[in-house]
């Protein structure tokens, strides 16, 4: 019974590092629900994860290609920054593979209704966007180190295209990630939800 017991902590003490290793940061998570506002960073090593929302309100909007770096190599991303961002009906899903005993694990975020989830200095290094687009006052070509209406230090490298404006809105917002990072970020009645297999936003 001992030797048993001993296996159910080995087991829980790994998913727990594997969460970590996701960067969903459970408990960070959780006290931020309870004050409302948390500053966060996300980064995801070696999986990328999706998200998903009804429609999505942001200003100072910036574009760039970047490189995003794992454990174990780069990954071409389009950087998006947004100084403010609201969106509605949000869900974020990541798949951690393989834990002993279990094998794939789903751990869902979702906060619902209208601005279920708002973010300043949202910065998101997307693989993969899907979703109806409107700008408002947008600048095409802009050279990526001259950005300078996105969020603080939201620039790329000198040369390469840029893209920017003064608001951006998103319709039935479905993409993929690598990483996330804000300086707030706010849940209404936010809920996570860890499921056995696969249970993505979309």
């Known amino acids: 019974m001992v030797e048993s017991g001993a296996r159910g902590r080995t087991r829980w003490g790994r998913f727990a590092m594997a969460l970590a290793a996701g960067g969903l940061g459970v408990g960070v998570l959780m006290f931020g629900m309870s004050s409302g506002a948390l500053a966060a960073s ?12 009804d429609g999505l309100e942001g200003t100072g ?16 991303v389009a950087v998006n920054g947004m100084r403010t961002a ?37 910065v998101i290094n997307l693989e993969e966007l899907n979703a109806d687009l409107t700008l408002g006052n ?22 390469t295209l840029g893209l920017q404006a003064d608001t951006i809105r998103l319709g039935a917002l479905r993409q993929t990630a690598w990483s ?11 809920k996570l939800d860890v499921f056995s297999g696969r249970n993505e936003c979309f």
């Not at 090593?45 to 999706?50: D, I, L, N, V, Y």
């Not at 996330?180 to 936010?190: D, E, I, V, Y």
Request: with cysteine; charged share 15%; glycine share 16%.
């Open 86 to 122: 609201k969106l509605d009906n949000f869900c974020q899903s990541m798949v951690v593979p393989g834990l002993p005993g279990v094998g794939e694990v789903t751990v869902k975020i979702t906060a619902g209704g209208e601005g279920g989830m708002t973010a300043e200095n949202l």
């Open 61 to 76: 909007f910036v574009q760039y290609g970047s490189v995003d770096r794992s454990a174990d190599k780069a990954h071409p």
């Open 42 to 53: 996300f980064t995801v090593a070696g999986t990328s994860f999706k998200a998903s929302a």
């Open 180 to 190: 996330t990072t804000a300086s707030t970020l706010r849940f209404k009645g936010m």
């Open 138 to 159: 947008a600048q095409i070509g802009v050279d990526a180190g001259q950005l300078s209406k996105g969020p603080e230090g939201a620039v790329g490298t000198a040369g």
